[in-house]
């Protein structure tokens, strides 16, 4: 949708939001089923929703601050399940990649606030762990989520390369560490061991001793490779996620849903790139997202790689992702949006979102009157983490003048014509 209200959000706070622990008035914005609301914020969660006018900055928290979202819609924020911090933004340098823990930091931060401002509040960062490549990405990675706190929730996935037979020994004993350092998430690629059922069982094993999350990549090319990993990730807490899974979707139609049944029944969370593949996966295809939820799978949306050797024009969008779902996989805009937002939220361990009061102030206004056309032309934005508006984009489109803009009373963003 092109911009179509003149208005910039107003605000009588920096971006940060307010200062001493205030209160955060949203003013004015609408929401997906067509009313128009305040909202205000309060200690991180909404405090209350009240029809426009209604609401006076201050509530509990006292002091207040009022942001003006006339001609917003108000989403829950979105959330980013599937990065690859180490890598991101490298694609055209000269050389090889720099994994020291300085140059990883700065990429690793950079690509998170790039994140951010499209609306992602919560990130998950893939990060390689071996024998030759050791800790430093991952020591960069760390460096980065404690630098963007109160910004933006990272957290990272340790990937180790190979963990059985000989070499695997070495692969364990990096991933523990890994672990000890601050990873959040055991991961990998158990498609590229040369004992892929042997290296799932010792993600589990691993994760399972620290009570943590498992999120492996694979292809899904194999569908009895992935009924394995099913039986064997079933039940398991805090649960297990897998993607891209894009060779899915070539299978025989009732391979593929029998499949389907099975990571249903397991519990298995399926993370799909529309965006495209990334380092640790195939890039050709995107899994089925609508058998998938069909049979009943969580199914999350990623970016995947952010301009990076995989795909050097990534642009690492949430809101692009639910676009290309809504407009090559036949998903309505409500549930292409969600994949991204409540699901991919879910596929991180995070609470549920819901412009009501109570729920977390984890908050994406865009532009526009309608989902529809958030998904399509979604230019202005404002981005609200633990109930502070921590990033901002603005944009104006302008054309020169020309009689018919006035007889059909078009939408008009700019006070006048072109110089």
């Given at each position: 949708?092109?911009?179509?209200q003149?208005?910039?959000?107003?605000h009588?706070?920096?971006?940060s939001?307010?200062?001493?622990?205030?209160s955060?008035?949203?003013?004015?914005?609408r929401?997906?089923?067509?009313?128009t609301?305040?909202?205000?914020?309060?200690?991180?969660?909404?405090?209350?929703?009240?029809?426009a006018?209604?609401?006076?900055?201050?509530?509990?928290?006292?002091?207040?601050?009022?942001?003006?979202?006339?001609?917003?819609?108000?989403?829950?924020?979105?959330?980013?399940?599937?990065?690859?911090?180490?890598?991101?933004?490298?694609?055209?340098?000269?050389?090889?990649v720099?994994?020291?823990p300085q140059?990883?930091?700065?990429?690793?931060?950079?690509?998170?606030?790039?994140?951010?401002?499209?609306?992602?509040?919560a990130?998950?960062?893939?990060?390689?762990?071996?024998?030759?490549?050791?800790?430093?990405?991952l020591?960069?990675?760390l460096?980065?989520?404690?630098?963007?706190?109160?910004?933006?929730?990272?957290?990272?996935?340790?990937?180790p390369?190979?963990?059985?037979?000989?070499a695997?020994?070495?692969g364990?004993?990096?991933?523990?560490?890994?672990?000890?350092?601050g990873?959040?998430?055991?991961g990998?690629?158990?498609?590229?061991?040369?004992?892929?059922a042997?290296?799932?069982?010792?993600?589990?094993?691993?994760a399972?001793e620290?009570?943590?999350?498992?999120?492996?990549h694979?292809?899904?090319?194999?569908?009895?490779?992935?009924?394995?990993l099913?039986?064997?990730?079933?039940?398991?807490?805090?649960?297990?996620?897998?993607?891209?899974?894009?060779?899915?979707?070539?299978?025989?139609?009732?391979?593929?849903?029998?499949?389907?049944?099975?990571?249903?029944?397991?519990?298995?969370?399926?993370?799909?790139?529309?965006?495209?593949?990334?380092?640790?996966?195939d890039r050709?295809?995107t899994a089925?997202?609508?058998?998938?939820?069909?049979?009943?799978?969580r199914?999350a949306?990623?970016?995947?790689?952010?301009?990076?050797?995989?795909?050097?024009?990534?642009r690492?969008?949430?809101?692009e992702?639910?676009?290309?779902?809504?407009?090559?996989?036949?998903?309505?805009?409500?549930?292409?949006?969600?994949?991204?937002?409540?699901?991919a939220?879910?596929?991180?361990?995070?609470?549920?979102?819901?412009?009501?009061?109570?729920?977390?102030?984890?908050?994406?206004?865009v532009?526009?009157?309608?989902l529809?056309?958030?998904?399509?032309?979604?230019?202005?934005?404002?981005?609200?983490?633990g109930?502070?508006?921590?990033?901002?984009?603005s944009?104006?489109?302008?054309?020169?003048?020309?009689?018919?803009?006035?007889?059909?009373?078009?939408p008009?963003?700019?006070?006048?014509?072109?110089?």
């Amino acid at each position: 949708m092109p911009d179509s209200q003149p208005q910039q959000p107003s605000h009588s706070s920096s971006p940060s939001g307010p200062a001493g622990g205030g209160s955060l008035l949203l003013a004015g914005a609408r929401l997906t089923d067509g009313r128009t609301v305040d909202v205000r914020l309060c200690g991180g969660r909404i405090e209350a929703v009240g029809t426009a006018g209604s609401l006076a900055a201050g509530g509990a928290c006292g002091t207040g601050t009022r942001v003006d979202l006339t001609g917003y819609l108000l989403l829950p924020a979105p959330a980013e399940p599937h990065a690859h911090a180490d890598t991101a933004l490298t694609a055209g340098r000269g050389g090889p990649v720099s994994y020291a823990p300085q140059d990883v930091q700065r990429r690793a931060t950079e690509a998170a606030l790039h994140a951010l401002g499209h609306g992602a509040t919560a990130l998950r960062a893939h990060v390689r762990v071996d024998d030759v490549q050791g800790l430093g990405a991952l020591t960069g990675v760390l460096r980065a989520r404690r630098s963007l706190r109160g910004l933006a929730e990272l957290t990272t996935v340790a990937m180790p390369r190979v963990l059985t037979g000989t070499a695997g020994a070495e692969g364990l004993a990096v991933l523990r560490d890994a672990l000890k350092m601050g990873a959040g998430v055991v991961g990998g690629c158990p498609d590229l061991d040369p004992d892929p059922a042997g290296y799932v069982e010792a993600v589990l094993e691993v994760a399972a001793e620290h009570g943590c999350p498992v999120d492996l990549h694979t292809d899904a090319a194999d569908p009895a490779r992935l009924a394995r990993l099913a039986a064997m990730a079933g039940g398991l807490r805090p649960g297990v996620a897998v993607g891209p899974c894009g060779a899915l979707g070539g299978l025989p139609a009732e391979v593929a849903a029998r499949t389907a049944d099975l990571l249903a029944a397991a519990g298995v969370t399926v993370v799909c790139l529309p965006q495209g593949g990334c380092g640790a996966a195939d890039r050709d295809g995107t899994a089925p997202v609508r058998l998938l939820r069909s049979a009943g799978v969580r199914v999350a949306a990623g970016s995947g790689a952010l301009r990076d050797v995989s795909n050097p024009v990534g642009r690492g969008d949430p809101l692009e992702a639910a676009y290309l779902l809504a407009s090559r996989h036949g998903l309505r805009p409500q549930e292409a949006y969600g994949a991204v937002s409540a699901s991919a939220r879910a596929a991180l361990g995070l609470p549920e979102v819901r412009v009501e009061a109570g729920f977390p102030a984890e908050l994406l206004a865009v532009r526009g009157d309608g989902l529809a056309g958030a998904l399509s032309l979604a230019y202005s934005r404002v981005v609200v983490h633990g109930g502070r508006v921590v990033a901002r984009t603005s944009a104006v489109r302008e054309y020169g003048d020309f009689t018919a803009a006035t007889e059909l009373d078009l939408p008009r963003q700019g006070r006048g014509g072109l110089p």
